[in-house]
């Protein structure tokens, strides 16, 4: 079974304090060919979501902390 999804991705990132920063990121998946086979349909597609939604909504965070060497 295959499985075909567009997703856009929009983020910022800050520098906060000195090498630290903050990150967030928002990605919206829409799901354009969905798997379908006479005997089963499959629950949660890999790197999408799960099977039976249209479109999936995805929020990420993230703190890090720049070393210099």
């Given at each position: 079974m295959q499985a075909h999804w567009l997703e856009m991705l929009l983020g910022v990132k800050a520098e906060v304090?000195?090498?630290l920063y903050v990150g967030l990121t928002f990605r919206?998946?829409?799901l354009i060919v969905s798997?379908?086979?006479d005997y089963s349909t499959p629950y949660i597609i890999p790197?999408?979501?799960?099977?039976?939604?249209g479109f999936?909504?995805?929020l990420n965070y993230y703190v890090s902390y720049n070393?210099?060497?």
């Open positions: 304090l000195k090498n919206i998946k829409f798997p379908k086979d790197g999408y979501g799960y099977g039976n939604e999936s909504l995805g070393f210099h060497f």
